[in-house]
């Protein structure tokens, strides 16, 4: 069965550290693995990856994917309150438009 | 483990027919569900937030006599999509949080809904 796994489910930091979020996925006819911050209205879209060892950054934000391995991870470097948050992980397939998304892990940040 | 379960995970319909999507909480108590949308380029549209025992607010430009949610208990929300269209066609995902000021939300596996 095709699943998408976080992980850790929650996260408790203070500002300034490093998180790294784990995302593992079984999914066949794997196309592409995005990651989303969950805030207000709606999840807003971080990044996709679809190459293995590529590194994606943004900010303090980066992420990399392993398609041998099958996982990602997320990692958010000197955090900040504002980082606190959901961040969903999700696969998308080749085959027939679908996606799995992952439970989410909630970070939160205290000062 | 998944804390939300979704179902189906994908349905295909006949236009003009209605589709329902379950979403559970599994081990703890949801006094309020959110239902997303997908659109083109990977974006999530916050459809409605519905909380236990009472009407779900809906979001501008969301037809909530199209998109019914019911949240009657505080394990289960269902949306149904009434007289499904061809342009209904996307990925709807939910979401769970426990508590009125817990910021945690835990979210489903999403379902593919193909209406042809």
């Known amino acids: 069965e095709d699943k998408v796994v976080q992980s850790p489910l929650s996260l408790v930091v203070h500002e300034g550290d490093t998180v790294t979020l784990n995302c593992s996925y079984e999914?066949?006819?794997?196309?592409?693995l995005l990651w989303y911050k969950q805030e207000k209205k709606a999840p807003t879209f971080l990044f996709m990856l679809?190459?293995?060892?590529i590194e994606k950054k943004s900010g303090r934000l980066s992420s990399i994917l392993d398609k041998k391995e099958l996982f990602s991870i997320l990692n958010i470097t000197a955090t900040q309150t504002g980082d606190s948050a959901v961040y969903l992980c999700?696969?998308?397939?080749?085959?027939?438009?679908?996606?799995?998304f992952g439970t989410g892990t909630s970070l939160t940040v205290i000062p | 483990g998944a804390v939300v379960s979704q179902h189906p995970s994908r349905v295909i319909c006949k236009s003009g027919t209605s589709v329902k999507i379950e979403c559970r909480s599994l081990?703890?108590?949801?006094?309020?569900m959110f239902w997303y949308r997908q659109f083109p380029k990977k974006s999530l549209m916050l459809m409605a937030t519905?909380?236990?025992?009472?009407?779900?607010?809906?979001e501008q430009g969301v037809e909530k006599d199209k998109f019914l949610i019911n949240h009657a208990s505080l394990t289960l929300s269902t949306l149904t999509v009434t007289s499904a269209h061809p342009e209904d066609s996307s990925f709807y995902i939910c979401?769970?949080?426990?508590?009125?000021?817990?910021?945690?939300?835990?979210f489903g596996q999403g379902t593919r809904l193909t209406v042809v």
């Open positions: 979401s769970a949080r426990e508590g009125q000021m817990n910021i945690e939300a835990f």
């Open positions: 999914v066949t006819n794997f196309r592409s």
């Open positions: 679809t190459s293995s060892g």
């Open positions: 999700a696969v998308e397939r080749n085959t027939g438009n679908q996606f799995y």
């Open positions: 081990d703890f108590q949801a006094t309020t």
């Open positions: 519905s909380n236990e025992g009472s009407k779900a607010t809906y």
